[in-house]
């Protein structure tokens, strides 16, 4: 096996010639040379220099490198941490660019660059045998006539889910696929997924990860994926296909499965940070490749600036490593076929010279590239630096995460705040995301993700507990806005088990039918539990896996959740375009969006500032979309909802006309109702809600009695 003339030093990575070899580039700036390390089945290594150097990327050609080729790279250069630079021969280093990595990190002296417990010492034992090495992979698959679904941000429901844990338990699904992105792709997942009635899934991390050092030192393992080390790999781990290139053609058989069923896939992506942690983490690619322009670094380079709290931040306002995320993110959509992002801290991705900016270089490439700007774009718009609270801010083209959603549900329904932040979550958050032309969608509105309580949890528990961290209770959050209903955890006491269901109904009907883009914590929809575990992630067993053994009333809520995303589905009402103007629709029509008190009068601004106030009816009358042959207006149908999180009943008037002629209950969380009936409430007559309990009433026109 022997290297020779280079054929060129773009693209980067290891990519076939379709003879039997492959062209070899790696960009490495500063280094003195580089090694190409080729194994054999047996582990054998072969060393050969990249000789050629254009642009400071080492590049050859191989010859004798076929598809399924283990390889990795060794990079000579200068060692002086105290200035940033930590180039190591000794080390063994993924290929930034490998499609494929086959294999595990193991815990060992070795792996480190620098000599355990002094960063600035370096290693000269050889970490291969205890790091994973990258795959040349053969890029062809037959999609066929695969496209995406295209569904319009206003018509998008998004599932967050595992890949691992939505299958690992399922009783349909194959033992050998489950946990496996063949499991996800079984038909019975996604029939799940399609009579939900979600449009999109959206992953946890895929890219290629590796476990954390003080995670294997406690032996546990990394279960949410949230260090990242190869950006164009999908994890070997959830292959059920081998991981020698197989992981990848599995991945795209899933995506091409998910869309063939109408269904978007949208994935988790962690650029702000990588697994090699601060100085004192392992080296496993790009710190012994170009740790100075790789990484943002501090005092005159020896340390990581850290607005992440995972030990590092990656420097996208580098152009190298802007390169390297940009290629990364349209190999996903060009190659894989995904449909959208979802960006872990965001607000690190947009640090240019450590100050969060907006129009800097990461943003600015985004919102000019061709491919990427057409894709679905969510921002969780925070990072954990100064300034880093970005929710609100980011500019056209992107959605968020809206925590203040978030929080805001959880207290009211709690009972632990009035009315006031409510109207503005309710219908879009227009105080956030009105101006520079964003519309409702660009609020992601969530009660619970991943990262949290689930939903059931959040109405059975008070306070965390982590103990299977490991960690003493200590990690995870403390401000959890939970409410457990009186008695901590699980409970055989009715009373208090028919409330928590009727929360998880309260909770589900304000998330479903608020304007906005709705996100479901996968396993919510049938009440989930992780028993009162707030950060599991570290848990990569049943406290995380999805238990599909359902009682009755978990069953019911999967039918209630589905009921209610109908209701979202066939009325534009919940689905609003344009944020609300609070005006007549037409002359003597009703509002656009109009509040009431329980005596059926609009709110005044006094009883926004109730900070005892507990019950909020919202109108909406629903779009125009035109006119008929008569010059009549034709409109979607108009809705009340009203949400009531006091303990005791409350009688509630019914506006008068012309907000409706009449009204028909569709949902009330206390009896489980999820479907119309057929008795009609004449306006200005009451409604009995039940203490803490939603009803949605559909309000008839004259003409739809």
Same mark, same amino acid.
């Given at each position: 096996m022997t290297g020779h003339g280079s054929t060129g030093w773009d693209p980067l990575g290891a990519v076939p010639d379709g003879r039997g070899g492959a062209n070899v580039a790696l960009w490495a700036q500063g280094a003195d040379a580089v090694e190409l390390c080729i194994f054999d089945d047996q582990g054998r290594e072969e060393r050969i220099p990249l000789r050629e150097r254009v642009f400071n990327v080492f590049h050859t050609h191989v010859t004798d490198m076929p598809v399924g080729t283990r390889y990795g790279f060794r990079v000579h250069g200068e060692w002086d941490p105290r200035h940033g630079h930590r180039w190591n021969p000794h080390k063994l280093l993924l290929d930034p660019y490998a499609k494929a990595i086959d294999g595990s990190f193991r815990l060992d002296p070795a792996v480190f660059g620098h000599v355990p417990g002094d960063d600035l010492r370096i290693s000269t034992s050889d970490s291969a045998p205890f790091v994973p090495r990258s795959v040349v992979v053969d890029g062809s698959f037959d999609w066929g006539d695969d496209r995406s679904p295209g569904t319009a941000w206003g018509d998008t429901v998004i599932y967050e889910t595992h890949v691992r844990g939505i299958s690992r338990l399922h009783p349909s699904v194959p033992e050998h696929e489950r946990g496996t992105y063949a499991g996800l792709a079984h038909p019975h997942v996604i029939e799940h997924l399609t009579t939900l009635g979600v449009t999109a899934v959206e992953l946890l991390p895929v890219h290629h990860f590796v476990d954390e050092v003080h995670l294997l030192e406690l032996g546990l393992t990394n279960y949410w994926g949230y260090n990242s080390i190869g950006y164009f790999a999908p994890q070997a781990a959830y292959s059920s296909s081998g991981s020698r290139g197989g992981q990848v053609n599995e991945f795209k058989r899933m995506v091409k499965a998910l869309h063939a069923a109408g269904l978007e896939v949208i994935l988790d992506v962690v650029y702000n940070h990588t697994a090699e942690g601060n100085q004192n983490g392992p080296m496993l690619s790009f710190r012994g490749i170009d740790n100075d322009d790789y990484y943002h670094l501090r005092d005159e380079g020896r /340390?990581?600036?850290?607005?992440?709290?995972?030990?590092?931040?990656? $420097?996208? +306002?580098?152009?190298?490593?802007?390169?390297?995320?940009?290629?990364?993110?349209?190999?996903?959509?060009?190659?894989?076929?995904?449909?959208?992002?979802?960006?872990?801290?965001?607000?690190?991705?947009?640090?240019?010279?450590?100050?969060?900016?907006?129009?800097?270089?990461?943003?600015?490439?985004?919102?000019?590239?061709?491919?990427?700007?057409?894709?679905?774009?969510?921002?969780?718009?925070?990072?954990?630096?100064?300034?880093?609270?970005?929710?609100?801010? =980011?500019?056209?083209?992107?959605?968020?995460? *809206?925590?203040?959603?978030? $929080?805001?549900?959880?207290?009211?329904?709690?009972?632990?705040?009035?009315?006031?932040?409510?109207?503005?979550?309710?219908?879009?958050?227009?105080?956030? /995301?009105?101006?520079?032309?964003?519309?409702?969608?660009?609020?992601? *509105?969530?009660?619970?993700?991943? $990262?949290? =309580?689930?939903?059931?949890?959040?109405? +059975? /528990?008070?306070?965390?507990?982590?103990?299977?961290?490991?960690?003493?209770?200590?990690? %995870?959050?403390?401000?959890?806005?939970?409410? *457990?209903? %009186?008695?901590?955890?699980?409970?055989?006491?009715?009373?208090?088990?028919?409330?928590?269901?009727?929360?998880?109904?309260?909770?589900?009907?304000?998330?479903?039918?608020?304007? %906005?883009?709705?996100?479901?914590?996968?396993?919510?929809?049938?009440?989930?539990?992780?028993?009162?575990?707030?950060?599991?992630?570290?848990?990569?067993?049943?406290?995380?896996? /999805?238990?599909?053994?359902?009682?009755?009333?978990?069953?019911?809520?999967?039918?209630?959740? +589905?009921?209610? &995303?109908?209701?979202?589905?066939?009325? +534009?009402? =919940?689905?609003?375009?344009?944020? =609300?103007?609070?005006?007549?629709?037409?002359?003597?029509?009703?509002?656009?969006?109009?509040?009431?008190?329980?005596?059926?009068?609009?709110?005044?601004?006094?009883?926004?500032?109730?900070?005892?106030?507990?019950?909020?009816?919202?109108? &909406?009358?629903?779009?125009?979309?035109?006119?008929?042959?008569?010059d009549r207006l034709i409109r979607d149908e108009a809705f009340l909802m009203i949400l009531h999180a006091g303990a005791d009943d409350v009688e509630v008037t019914l506006p008068a006309e012309p907000f409706a002629a009449g009204y028909r209950m569709v949902i009330d969380t206390f009896t489980g109702q999820s479907r119309e009936d057929d008795t009609v409430l004449a306006p200005g007559s009451a409604v009995l809600v039940a203490g803490r309990s939603a009803v949605v009433l559909h309000a008839l026109r004259p003409d739809s009695q």
């Open positions: /340390y990581y600036a850290d607005y992440t709290g995972c030990g590092n931040t990656l $420097d996208v +306002s580098k152009p190298h490593v802007l390169q390297l995320v940009m290629d990364s993110l349209r190999y996903w959509v060009l190659e894989m076929h995904v449909d959208g992002f979802r960006f872990d801290l965001a607000s690190a991705l947009a640090r240019s010279f450590h100050d969060v900016n907006m129009l800097g270089n990461f943003m600015t490439t985004i919102q000019q590239d061709p491919i990427l700007r057409r894709v679905k774009l969510i921002a969780e718009p925070w990072d954990v630096g100064p300034g880093g609270y970005q929710v609100g801010e =980011f500019p056209p083209l992107w959605t968020e995460w *809206n925590d203040r959603y978030r $929080d805001n549900v959880r207290d009211f329904w709690r009972g632990a705040t009035g009315i006031g932040e409510l109207g503005w979550r309710l219908s879009g958050s227009a105080d956030l /995301y009105a101006s520079e032309g964003r519309r409702p969608f660009a609020s992601i *509105n969530f009660i619970t993700a991943h $990262d949290g =309580f689930t939903l059931r949890d959040l109405v +059975s /528990y008070d306070h965390k507990h982590n103990q299977a961290n490991l960690e003493d209770n200590r990690d %995870g959050t403390d401000n959890n806005r939970s409410w *457990n209903c %009186g008695v901590e955890g699980e409970t055989d006491d009715e009373a208090v088990n028919r409330l928590r269901h009727r929360q998880l109904r309260n909770l589900f009907t304000t998330l479903l039918l608020s304007t %906005g883009v709705p996100m479901i914590a996968g396993g919510d929809e049938f009440g989930r539990t992780q028993g009162g575990n707030n950060n599991a992630y570290c848990q990569d067993n049943e406290i995380s896996w /999805y238990d599909w053994s359902w009682e009755m009333w978990q069953s019911e809520l999967k039918v209630f959740a +589905s009921d209610v &995303l109908a209701l979202r589905r066939l009325h +534009s009402a =919940f689905r609003q375009r344009y944020f =609300f103007e609070g005006q007549p629709l037409h002359d003597g029509g009703p509002k656009d969006l109009a509040w009431f008190g329980p005596d059926g009068h609009e709110i005044s601004d006094a009883d926004w500032h109730d900070g005892d106030a507990r019950t909020l009816a919202m109108y &909406l009358a629903g779009e125009v979309h035109g006119r008929d042959d008569q």
